[in-house]
């Protein structure tokens, strides 16, 4: 499902426009970003599930083409984790 078919489906389901579904969307997204941008970022939906930041160590990879080992640098990333209500609906 894309964004502009979530928009769709907002917009549908809320009776609402399109345009205010959209910027609705942009909002939340923002805020999550903005959330897990901080120190112990962290996001939770209770039923559909948890975004939190997770920090990744440098580790030592290797190059598919020419098998030279390289270094991977420490980054951080996002982690998801479903709630109840997802799970059992998938």
Do not use: C, H, W, Y
């Not at 078919?5 to 909002?27: C, P, R, Y």
């Not at 598919?64 to 951080?76: L, R, S, V």
């Amino acid at each position: 499902m894309t964004k502009a078919e979530i928009v769709d489906k907002m917009a549908k389901d809320s009776g609402i426009s399109k345009v205010a579904a959209a910027a609705a969307l942009n909002s939340f997204m923002e805020s999550v970003s903005k959330s897990l941008k901080k120190k112990d970022g962290k996001v939770t939906l209770v039923g559909f599930g948890t975004f939190s930041k997770i920090r990744r160590k440098a580790r030592k990879g290797r190059n598919p083409q020419t098998g030279e080992p390289i270094k991977i640098k420490a980054t951080n990333t996002v982690k998801f984790r479903p709630g109840k209500k997802l799970k059992e609906s998938v």
